[in-house]
């Protein structure tokens, strides 16, 4: 059975920075497409960033720049480095894994606030 396992979230100020983690189980983690995606209170879960493999990655419009995901496929973890945090951020970030459409994993949220 995979587990995803988020952690790292919390309160930080405007312009803060937050590093989430994202451990996994049960998987051979390296095969698997990883993602995270947030949703805020009222609105539709949304794709944050995604990588493939070690080093293809992709990210949403809003979080260009700012956002960096990694991955640790000897740690089998997910990494979301978030810099210059801002209002329009704060929501619960998901982990994602997905090898095809049978093997489709999320994580149960971590909460990222961001308030001064």
């Known amino acids: 059975q995979v587990q995803l396992v988020e952690s790292g979230g919390g309160l930080v100020q405007p312009g803060g920075s937050l590093r989430l983690s994202c451990a996994a189980s049960?998987?051979?983690?390296?095969?698997?497409?990883m993602g995270w995606y947030r949703q805020a209170p009222g609105k539709q879960r949304e794709w944050v960033a995604q990588?493939?493999?070690?080093?293809?990655?992709n990210y949403a419009d809003p979080v260009k720049g700012r956002f960096t995901i990694s991955r640790d496929n000897g740690k089998k973890t997910l990494y979301l480095q978030m810099n210059s945090l801002k209002p329009e951020d704060p929501a619960v970030y998901y982990c994602?894994?997905?090898?095809?459409?049978?093997?489709?994993?999320w994580g149960q949220g971590t909460q990222v606030t961001v308030s001064s």
């Open positions: 994602h894994a997905r090898r095809n459409r049978e093997d489709d994993y």
């Open positions: 049960g998987c051979i983690f390296r095969f698997y497409t």
């Open positions: 990588i493939i493999y070690a080093d293809s990655t």
